[in-house]
């Protein structure tokens, strides 16, 4: 087994290679080779398959992919590498859960199976920005007074310090990050959960130094909160990544490894996307040490979660991971349309089919708009997607792939020209918090329509 | 061997990735006094438009992308010096330098837009991540640039988009060059707000964007 001193030793004395050499001659031949050594196949009539050994079969890629590619250190230009028997026996002590929050507040986060018929753990609440420190508060307390949330994204709250826009690096952005933190912590305590895990630290931090700063006590952060450490797209790393992990370490922090292969990108299409997908489970706990996962696969195009191909990988990963890797996983998903539209719903209803019944151990609430318009989410998403995962955790991979399709059919052809939809403050009363009568009643049509092709809210 | 068959040769190699074929076909039609800018044209570009066109409707992806544009390279390396010899040029539709601005790690869209640029006839100088705004200029001047393309996928690296017009503008040197941003916050609003010449969504976007800007 090897520990967080070793995989900084391999940083500074491991292959040397150019970035570009690690991505034409290493990382791209390897997986087309593993990729085919394994017979990893992408069937586009099947977007949830319920083939056991065919999930497991990505997990042994996953494995040897890693142990052949290792990660590469930006800083140092140097590969760091893992054998098979490294990764194994990280795979073996990997701990299985991790403890979240304090008080009453506090949960333990658990690993699923697929067809596993408990609920997926509700992670709520998105780390976008918003117009003003209120309405964030606002819509964070609605999300996080919720029964079934167990932990929540915090907002980047707005993208501004007094007027002047908060650039990665800067002073503005370590303002910004003990922002985040504080108002993130008060809207707990607005909503009666003071100890409720924050599972995002520190939301848009580009600088390692933001992370840590805004990680102090004295700003609402404890270890029982989630730290999310990136990496860098694809099988990359860099020191600031690796300064936080020795950071939390010391802290004896959660720390939340996070993982968005580009399906389209570097990955190629569905097949060594889902295979580089399931090695960074593997990466996270061998060369981060982190005790959970985030991930989020992404079509590198349309910039959402949601097309047939990213919703097969999200499947087969989730499945590969869940059978053969003990890190409880968050999955989180970016939709292309937006609040206030039903194809916002489809997707979100069909992502979360998809996850839950593969085994997803956590699920956040899927972000609108792809994520990128300020002021778009409403706590109407979150009810939404907790009523879908658990009327998912009541079907089998098998019945949620009819229902995926059925819901393709409605919002496929779309995803180009997907709508962006509303913000909060138009479909919302601002003061009082209470969604529009207009959006009230799309939401309760488009439960009737789902539940008329087959899904049992209840 | 027949000019034709050398010349889907030369199209086959990049259209399958495969570096080490691509220079033997070259090597084969310079021995065969094959004209080296007919090479090029009627073989190498012919392969790249392939490729672009299999990536444009969903066929291929970057890797294929990045194996067809390293073919070419290696190809262009046996080609150059007879190009030059001959005192010839290859026609670009413009030097254009690519990078993902200060604070922002992220290559994947700046790789694909800028792999899609070669295969439509730009030059592209891929200056990398993380770079700051005086080291992007220095670099476009250096490599007599065209056009600047600035990437940013975070909001809070956008500023960073905004920096580099600013000091094009202190240092006299915005009307010699087209800026263009992308990235997955960046949109046309942002664009017009810091001053940039436009703004892509995608690469097939900013291939038409930069194209009109350069021949404009």
């Known amino acids: 087994m090897i520990d967080f001193l070793d995989v900084c030793e391999r940083a500074e004395t491991g292959p040397l290679m150019t970035e570009r050499d690690f991505e034409l001659k290493v990382f791209i031949p390897t997986l087309r080779e593993v990729v085919k050594d394994h017979g990893i196949r992408y069937d586009s009539d099947t977007p949830v398959p319920s083939d056991d050994a065919a999930a497991d079969a990505v ?28 990764i194994q026996d990280a795979v073996k002590t990997a701990p299985g859960e991790c403890l979240t929050g304090e008080g009453k507040d506090a949960s333990v986060f658990r690993v699923r199976q697929p067809d596993d018929g408990t609920m997926a753990r509700c992670h709520v609440n998105w780390g976008t920005i918003h117009s003003s420190q209120e309405m964030a508060i606002n819509i964070m307390a609605t999300n996080v007074a919720h029964p079934e949330a167990k932990a929540i994204s915090i907002s980047s709250v707005t993208n501004t310090v007094r007027g002047m826009r908060v650039k990665a690096g800067s002073p503005l952005e370590m303002i910004a990050g003990i922002r985040a933190v504080r108002v993130a912590r008060d809207a707990c305590r607005r909503a009666g959960r003071p100890g409720f895990p924050m599972m995002n630290l520190v939301p848009a931090a580009a600088a390692a130094v933001t992370t840590i700063g805004a990680s102090g006590p004295q700003f609402g952060a404890r270890p029982t909160d989630g730290w999310i450490i990136g990496i860098i797209s694809e099988h990359k790393i860099d020191y600031g990544a690796m300064n936080k992990v020795a950071y939390l370490l010391n802290w004896g922090a959660n720390i939340g490894c996070q993982g968005a292969p580009s399906l389209g990108g570097y990955c190629g299409g569905a097949p060594g996307t889902a295979v580089v997908n399931t090695a960074y489970f593997l990466l996270g706990l061998v060369a981060m040490k982190a005790n959970y996962h985030l991930c989020f696969p992404i079509h590198f195009r349309h910039g959402c979660c949601s097309t047939r191909d990213v919703l097969w990988v999200v499947s087969t990963s989730s499945q590969a991971g869940s059978r053969n890797i003990p890190i409880p996983v968050i ?31 956590a699920v956040k609430m899927p972000t609108p708009a792809k994520g990128v318009k300020i002021d778009a989410s409403t706590p109407m998403e979150t009810k939404f997607g907790i009523e879908m995962v658990k009327a998912a ?19 496929e052809p779309q995803i180009p020209t997907a709508p962006e939809g509303d913000r ?29 092709i087959g899904i049992p809210f209840e | 061997m027949q000019k034709n068959q050398i010349f889907e040769n030369l199209k086959s190699a990049v259209v399958e990735g495969d ?117 992007i200029i220095q670099e476009a001047e250096k490599a007599n640039a065209d056009a600047i393309g600035l990437s940013a996928l975070m909001a809070t690296t956008m500023p960073a988009q905004r920096e580099v017009i600013e000091a094009l503008v202190e240092l006299n040197l915005r009307d010699k060059y087209r800026v263009v941003v992308g990235g997955g ?3 046309q609003e942002w664009a017009d707000e810091i001053g940039a010449d436009g703004y892509g969504q995608d690469a097939v976007e900013a291939v038409a964007l930069l194209t009109k800007l350069l021949r404009s």
């Open chain 1, 59 to 86: 997990h042994q890629a996953a494995v040897d992919f890693l142990a052949r590619v290792g990660v590469y250190c930006q800083d140092t230009n140097r590969i760091i590498q893992f054998t098979e028997e490294e």
């Open chain 1, 331 to 361: 999955w989180l998903g970016y939709m292309a349309a937006g609040v206030n539209t039903k194809m916002y719903f489809y997707e979100a209803a069909a992502y979360l089919l998809a996850a839950t019944t593969s085994g997803a151990d």
């Open chain 1, 393 to 411: 955790s009541r079907l089998n991979r098998q019945q949620a792939n009819e229902l995926v399709i059925k819901l393709l059919e409605k919002y």
């Open chain 1, 424 to 452: 909060y403050q138009d479909c919302y009363d601002v003061k009082t918090g209470k969604p529009g009568e207009g959006y009230l009643r799309l939401y309760e049509e488009v439960k009737e329509e789902l539940g008329a």
């Open chain 2, 19 to 135: 570096g080490d074929k691509a220079k033997a076909n070259a090597e084969e039609a310079l021995a065969a006094n094959i004209d080296p800018l007919e090479a090029v044209e009627m073989g190498l570009s012919q392969g790249m438009e392939v490729v672009g066109e299999r990536f444009e409707c969903g066929d291929a992806y970057l890797p294929e992308l990045m194996m067809a544009g390293d073919a070419f390279r290696s190809a262009m390396e046996i080609l150059n010096p007879e190009i030059k010899r001959q005192k010839k040029e290859v026609v670009s539709l413009g030097t254009v330098l690519m990078a993902s601005v200060k604070g922002d790690l992220h290559s994947i869209g700046k790789n694909i837009l800028a792999t899609v640029l070669e295969a439509n006839g730009f030059q592209v100088v891929n200056l990398g991540v993380d770079k700051g705004a005086l080291e």
């Open chain 2, 185 to 187: 916050p960046v949109t």
